[in-house]
């Protein structure tokens, strides 16, 4: 096989990519981006009028996408807006699993509602929504990329009030590694991008809770979205052909002791 030089395309042509969590935050981020290389973008979370506001963009910029009502606790309504997903833009090749929520509670502390709805939205959805999206790809003899969105807590933890969320997280790198080994055969590449503390809806949170997290780290700020762009467009790129079972850490040295 001959490649070209270099061999560092991002062209997403032809393809449909489903985003998680892309109401807000990330997520938002991710979706602009894969509908600017060219990706039909199927846009999934609960808050609706957030992705048709953001559909509308896209649309309106030249790109294509759809909103689609989800909710990542519910297995029906995950399959549900997969296969929507398929009808109104084609089949998905490419999954960002984005969509997750925080802990923010001391271990001891926790009700057994909220244990379990960390579970299930920041494991068991990903799950999911995985081997919903590979089995459709094995169907149809196609390859595809799943990005796995872990976090950098799930190397570290600091103490800070988020077991569950660091072990969650944990979880989704582990996830990443055994599905990229279960269908690497079938030329599914699943890798994980595991960020720091970046600007999102869920870090805002954060930072009203614990006050300027930022003073602890070596370069004393929050990272941008946009600094995330080039690993995920590497991640679901033909020039990542030969990467599965990864986990990219993108922190900016936060996690650096």
């Known amino acids: 096989m001959t490649y070209p030089l270099p061999n560092n395309s991002t062209d997403l042509s032809g393809q449909t990519a489903f985003v998680t969590g892309a109401s807000s935050g990330l997520g938002v981020r991710f979706a602009k981006v894969l509908a600017s290389q060219g990706a039909k973008v199927a846009l999934a979370a609960r808050r609706i009028d957030r992705l048709q506001s953001l559909a509308q963009e896209i649309n309106e910029a030249g790109g294509t996408a759809a909103a689609l009502e989800m909710d990542a606790t519910d297995s029906d309504a995950m399959k549900a807006a997969i296969e929507k997903a398929q009808s109104e833009l084609g089949l998905v090749s490419i999954l960002v699993n984005n969509a997750g929520i925080p802990d923010a509670q001391r271990a001891h502390k926790m009700e057994t509602d909220l244990i379990d709805r960390v579970i299930d939205i920041n494991v068991r959805a990903p799950f999911i929504l995985s081997c919903e999206v590979a089995r459709r790809l094995i169907a149809s003899n196609a390859p595809g990329r799943i990005v796995n969105i872990a976090s950098s807590s799930a190397y570290t ?52 809770r614990m006050g300027d997290i930022t003073q602890h780290f070596p370069r004393k700020r929050i990272g941008n ?31 650096v002791r």
């Open 225 to 255: 979205p946009a600094q995330l762009d080039s690993t995920l467009l590497f991640l679901v790129s033909p020039s990542s052909d030969a990467v599965t079972g990864t986990s990219i850490r993108v922190d900016d040295g936060q996690g």
């Open 157 to 208: 933890y600091s103490g800070e009030g988020a077991a569950l969320y660091s072990v969650s997280k944990a979880a989704v790198v582990r996830i990443t590694e055994t599905l990229a080994v279960e269908w690497s055969r079938y030329g599914i590449n699943v890798n994980a991008i595991s960020p720091g503390a970046f600007e999102s809806e869920m870090m805002d949170g954060m930072l009203e």
